[in-house]
């Protein structure tokens, strides 16, 4: 920390504290509670019970997660190719060039998720492109919503990169591709895979443009969860809310590890 007395630093610790514990922590708390839970108690959840999570994994909310699942490692594959192929493209760009690419990819995220969604809806509800009532249009919708966070979390790692590994490999006679694939994507590749792990983690919480399209036979979490809270069910729906939390983190992690393993590498 860049505080150095004891008793600032006792004073940082106390305010992140009172900042962190209400505005991050506490609603997980709750929401952990409540899928242990059957009723509630005053302020508070009550009447301790582990049958909340015999529906959440099992069933319709399995199949659910195994849907979101997919949808989000394929648009993060997705959204971490097209995001890497632009933002390299990018770099040997001019500067009016270059802001123009970033404009188109950062589109997406600076209008609301639902009018993605209507977007999609509108562009693939016709032939020749008719996807609508499919799996796919919901995995293209999240794919165009995260592609810009791997657009901007690979062109800001190109930035970073010493030039003179690339011109030493080509100074040997190492072809462009060669030099690309050898050179330049080992090194980036602590920044793809966090790329891809943010993707991930904001694609399995999707939730907006998901409900504007999903079909009946492709229903994410998110959507299974907002359906079972909308019908009363709060504390099924506070089991599969941390089924969801619980797979995200893990994912997470393991992409953390992979991430820590090619930065020694």
């Keep these: 920390m860049l505080v150095h007395s004891k008793a600032g630093r006792w004073a940082a610790w106390s305010l992140f504290g009172l900042l962190f514990l209400p505005l991050f922590a506490l609603p997980l708390l709750v929401v952990v509670a409540a899928s242990l839970s059957t009723h509630w108690s005053g302020a508070f959840p009550s009447g301790p019970t582990a049958g909340n999570y015999a529906s959440a994994v099992r069933g319709e909310s399995l199949q659910a997660l195994t849907t979101s699942l997919v949808t989000a490692l394929v648009a993060s594959l997705l959204a971490l190719t097209v995001g890497s192929w632009a933002a390299l493209a990018a770099a040997g760009l001019k500067r009016r060039g270059k802001r123009c690419l970033d404009a188109l990819f950062m589109l997406p995220v600076a209008v609301p998720s639902v009018v993605v969604g209507l977007a999609v809806l509108v562009a693939f ?141």
């Design 125 to 265: 509800s016709k032939p020749p492109l008719l996807l609508n009532g499919t799996s796919s249009i919901v995995i293209l919708a999240h794919t165009i919503l995260v592609t810009a966070f791997a657009y901007q979390s690979v062109s800001a790692a190109i930035l970073r990169l010493d030039p003179a590994y690339e011109q030493a490999a080509a100074s040997l006679g190492a072809r462009p591709a060669y030099v690309l694939w050898r050179v330049k994507l080992p090194l980036l590749l602590p920044s793809l895979t966090a790329a891809a792990g943010l993707c991930f983690a904001l694609s399995m919480g999707e939730l907006s443009a998901t409900m504007m399209l999903y079909p009946p036979d492709w229903m994410p979490l998110p959507v299974r969860i907002f359906t079972a809270t909308d019908r009363g069910s709060l504390f099924s729906g506070s089991a599969v809310a941390v089924v969801l939390m619980a797979t995200t983190l893990l994912v997470l992690l393991a992409v953390s590890h992979i991430r820590t393993r090619a930065t020694y590498r």
